[in-house]
């Protein structure tokens, strides 16, 4: 972990310790204390069915692009993706490129192929968040009383990831689009890259196509549509069943669609590439809409601090420990600066090696 990342986790955790200052940290302390450990229990078992999900919708994709490997395979990859997410300050994608990376290097498939899955399972995750960001935003809007410009940067948020979703879909179905993007990027490395450019190029040319020709296969296959997409949404119902878990363990009876709400807010928060995960942001958000929604300040401090260890702490602590045992070299070559510089880095190791 570099120095930057360990300064940005101090500076999201002091964020979260000043709100909790405030809130009145002995408030949080005994209501922690009444807390019903069944419905923690409960909540924790949720969350561990959540990766599973995860792992199940990577292996259909895999699947459908001809990458053959098991749920006890991917699994760990997933986890380690997630931790990596949650400790970058990069939009929370900077694990995205480690796992298609991991699985490319330990079960030797071509490193566009891996990416493209990823990049798939990332849309299909953003699918269902985009409607029930359209559906928070008009929540919001009726039940909330903020500024107007509150409102606005949350539908920008929203139109800047639909249409990034867009642009990648397009990319892969467009030839003439894909080959715009193609000259895009040939266009700088022959600006950054000088050495052997010509035969690089050509490398290159076949890594997006490769990458388009998997992405095209993921898009139009049914089964993707039928179970993957579908599964996407199991997923987010069951990160909201966990909150709803987590608030019952404290006595406080949440309507779902303010959780919903609230979730979503909070990863909108979390997509600004700032702080790691979002970490004292999305906590302060999830404090202040829970308390604006009737729940006292204490109960929403606690059930926050509760619903962090498990959705946070726990996929991070599991996935670092877990990232040593596929060796130096993802340590080595992959940093936790940029999700960027990962791709690159993972993609130019794999073109070198072709």
């Not at 692009?65 to 997933?78: C, E, H, R």
């Not at 990376?101 to 849309?123: G, S």
């Not at 700032?274 to 302060?284: E, F, R, T």
Request: proline content about 3%.
């Amino acid at each position: 972990m570099d120095k930057k990342t360990v300064f940005f986790l101090g500076i999201s955790i002091l964020i979260l310790a000043v709100m909790l200052y405030f809130v009145g940290i002995d408030q949080v302390i005994s209501a922690l204390k009444i807390a019903k450990l069944e419905y923690i229990a409960l909540a924790i078992i949720i969350q561990v069915a959540t990766y599973y999900l995860y792992t199940l919708r990577w292996q259909i994709l895999n699947k459908v692009a001809n990458i053959d490997v098991s749920i006890k395979t991917l699994f760990p990859m997933i986890l380690v993706g997630l931790a990596i997410n949650n400790i970058t300050p990069s939009g929370r994608g900077g694990g995205e490129p480690v796992r298609a990376y991991i699985l490319a290097k330990k079960e030797n498939y071509p490193m566009q192929e891996t990416f493209a899955t990823v990049v798939a399972d990332r849309a299909l995750d953003t699918f269902p968040f985009v409607v029930l960001a359209a559906i928070t935003i008009i929540g919001v809007s009726l039940y909330f009383d903020f500024d107007s410009w509150l409102l606005i940067v949350m539908i920008l948020a929203v139109i800047v990831i639909i249409v990034i979703l867009a642009m990648i879909i397009y990319m892969s179905i467009n030839p003439n689009f894909g080959k715009r993007v193609d000259g895009w990027i040939i266009g700088l490395i022959r600006r950054f890259y000088k050495k052997n450019s010509d035969e690089f190029e050509q490398k290159v040319h076949k890594v997006i196509e490769d990458f388009q020709a998997t992405m095209k296969v993921v898009i139009y296959n049914k089964k993707v549509r039928r179970y993957a997409l579908p599964l996407s949404f199991v997923i987010w119902i069951a990160e909201i069943l966990r909150v709803y878990f987590v608030f019952l363990a404290f006595g406080a009876t949440v309507s779902p669609v303010i959780i919903g709400e609230v979730f979503i807010i909070a990863s909108l928060v979390g997509m600004i590439p700032l702080l790691p995960g979002g970490l004292g942001a999305v906590d302060g958000i999830m404090i202040i809409f829970y308390s604006a929604a009737g729940i006292t300040a204490s109960i929403s401090a606690a059930a926050t601090v509760i619903e962090r260890l498990i959705s946070f702490w726990m996929a991070t602590i599991i996935g670092m420990c877990i990232l040593p045992y596929y060796g130096t070299s993802v340590l080595d070559k992959i940093s936790f600066s940029s999700s960027d510089e990962q791709l690159e880095e993972a993609l130019e190791d794999d073109i070198a090696d072709k």
